[in-house]
């Protein structure tokens, strides 16, 4: 028996098997089967613990199963024993305790970040923002403390729904980014419904749903048009066979003789596509969008041109020449 006991403590496990473990975790967590993923973090931090990537992997799905004690209490440990990346963490933590409503949490956590200072500047924005928020919270939720019928979540309504200020709506996309946006579903829905919104806000909304990879359908009006869309079916403007198509076409004519004017196109072109996204310009004639935004450059950078010379060069009509530039410049006008 003592023999048996012996060889079995003696026994190794098979090679690299907790690296295969994360790696069929974090690809079950990337497919939202959260609970399978939960088990093989589980089964890897028997084998290594306080491994970043175990603890993370085991944070994320604890958050997306609800069951935000506990992802908290793994996140306080990994922000005390300085496991993985500090940020990063504290990211996840703080959308623990946004999800949970402990919005003096949040302000007690941020603040003290804030005096240690030498915050990096790609989370340094969404603290600020997080932190105001949450000040924010704490004053609705003193002022209706008498209330037990204010729905979680009223505020972010209140900031894209009930306002009209744009700095809000930007506010309240930040914040979405750090949460479960299907939670938000109805706020944002109501958003993307409403022609009077801002259509820049709705590309803004729709690239956070594709980034979390909602996969319901969602109404959204955009310039006087009603369209039902699948964000997980969208493909990023700048992918797009007809972008880039219409790119080479203006690295054949301007690239090589003003590079800087070709940039300058670049950000006018991909501008214009995000804030008529999910749309596409109409009519989807390259060689005509290619000559349009030649001609626009030129004039935003006050060079003189000669409009029959580019309608000549790109071999496009004339009037719906001067369509697409009008269309152009009424994108650039929202953009403003």
């Not at 908290?72 to 409503?101: A, F, P």
């Not at 505020?155 to 938000?184: F, G, K, P, S, Y």
């Not at 919104?197 to 109404?219: N, R, Y």
């Not at 004017?261 to 004639?285: A, Q």
């Amino acid at each position: 028996m003592a023999d048996i006991r012996k060889q079995s403590e003696n026994i190794l496990p098979f090679p690299n098997l907790k690296e295969r473990l994360i790696e069929k975790g974090f690809d079950q967590l990337q497919h939202k089967q959260f609970q399978e993923a939960l088990l093989l973090f589980d089964q890897a931090g028997e084998l290594e613990s306080d491994h970043p990537e175990i603890e993370l992997g085991t944070v994320l799905c604890l958050f997306e199963l609800n069951r935000f004690e506990e992802a908290k209490e793994i996140c306080n440990s990994m922000l005390q024993k300085g496991i993985g990346d500090y940020y990063q963490v504290l990211q996840i933590y703080t959308s623990i305790l946004l999800q949970q409503g402990h919005y003096n949490e949040i302000i007690t956590t941020i603040e003290a970040i804030l005096q240690e200072g030498n915050i990096p500047s790609e989370y340094a924005e969404n603290l600020f923002k997080l932190l105001d928020f949450s000040r924010k919270m704490n004053v609705n939720n003193v002022e209706n403390s008498n209330n037990d019928n204010i729905a979680e979540g009223s505020t972010l309504d209140q900031m894209l729904n009930q306002c009209d200020d744009i700095e809000e709506h930007w506010t309240a996309i930040q914040l979405l980014r750090n949460q479960n946006v299907r939670r938000e579903r109805q706020t944002i829905e109501t958003y993307l419904a409403n022609p009077k919104k801002s259509p820049l806000i709705k590309s803004a909304l729709l690239q956070v749903l594709m980034e979390q990879e909602v996969d319901f359908d969602i109404s959204i009006n955009k310039f006087n048009r009603d369209i039902t869309i699948k964000p997980t079916e969208l493909l990023d403007s700048r992918e797009d066979p007809f972008t880039k198509e219409v790119l080479t076409i203006l690295e054949k004519n301007v690239l090589n003789e003003n590079p800087t004017l070709y940039e300058v196109i670049k950000e006018i072109w991909f501008r214009h596509l995000f804030i008529l996204f999910p749309l596409y310009p109409e009519p989807k004639e390259a060689n005509l969008w290619a000559a349009a935004l030649h001609i626009i450059a030129l004039e935003m950078q006050g060079f003189d041109h000669d409009r029959h010379s580019i309608v000549s060069k790109y071999n496009v009509n004339n009037e719906q020449l001067m369509q697409a530039c009008e269309a152009i410049y009424k994108i650039e006008d929202i953009s403003s």
